[in-house]
């Protein structure tokens, strides 16, 4: 019986290693979907300011045009100062300077506000550079990190499917289906070692007297509340185990 409780143990360890690697390959593929997620979002906002930022210096060259527009006009009107007979011309003229200064303040103070607007943008978008480099850098380093960890899993899955199936080949059929019965019900965890009189899954007391076959292990016990396998382990097995 001690082999046979030996045997269950190993198998619930087995299954549990690659359990925790099918695991670890769904963690990282779920993370590097929601990295790529968050990164297409801030690539949509930085997209956006980009396109905010050429709006912005359009509307700036648009407005350099027109001021350079009316000050060659001022500066036609003055050359015509020369040429003026009559003081009608030279008032009609002097109304169109005035009326030129106060476009061109007009339009000089819209510049400066659109280049104001420009720089308030282009700080924006070099933040948000940052920031998405800065992301995108700890993203990278925490997929690294899962991956090198998943490798290490991976490397010895092999190993862990062949002896999964060398131990499942030497434990007796009906109990290898009630194993595979328990686990199904109870998240993969069909075995659950006793260390201080307590079932190690469901922590619900063991009675004395099977807590006591269970230290000879001479007899195959079950939780009478979560119905697990129940092995005893001494304090260095608990502690392997809480590893």
């Known amino acids: 019986m001690k082999d046979t409780l030996a045997l269950l143990v190993e198998l619930q360890r087995l299954d549990d290693e690659l359990r925790e690697t099918r695991e670890a390959r769904a963690t990282l ?9 968050s990164l297409q979002v801030f690539e949509g906002i930085l997209k956006e300011r980009a396109l905010r930022i050429a709006e912005t210096r359009e509307f700036c060259e648009e407005k350099e045009n027109e001021l350079k527009s009316i000050e060659d006009d001022n500066r ?58 800065a992301l995108a850098g700890q993203m990278k380093a925490l997929e690294d990190e899962l991956a090198e960890r998943l490798a290490a899993k991976e490397a010895s899955a092999s190993q862990h499917n062949a002896r999964r199936a060398e131990v499942r080949e030497r434990i007796e059929k009906p109990l290898l289906a009630r194993y595979d019965r328990i686990s199904r019900g109870r998240n993969g965890l069909a075995v659950a070692q006793v260390l201080t009189g307590n079932c190690g899954a469901c922590n619900m007391a ?37 590893e």
């Open 206 to 242: 063991v009675p004395p007297q099977v807590y006591i076959r269970l230290q000879k292990g001479e007899s195959l016990e079950a939780c009478n509340n979560c119905q697990r396998l129940l092995v005893f382990a001494d304090s260095g097995d608990a502690e392997a185990a809480a």
């Open 29 to 37: 593929e779920k993370l590097r979907a929601e990295n790529a997620e």
């Open 76 to 133: 036609r009107g003055r050359a015509r100062l020369g040429t003026i007979s009559s003081q009608r011309e030279l008032t009609a003229l002097n109304k169109e300077l005035e009326t030129a200064r106060r476009n061109n303040q007009k339009r000089t103070e819209e510049l400066v506000k659109l280049l104001g607007e420009l720089e308030e943008v282009e700080t924006d978008h070099r933040k948000k550079l940052a920031e998405r480099d």
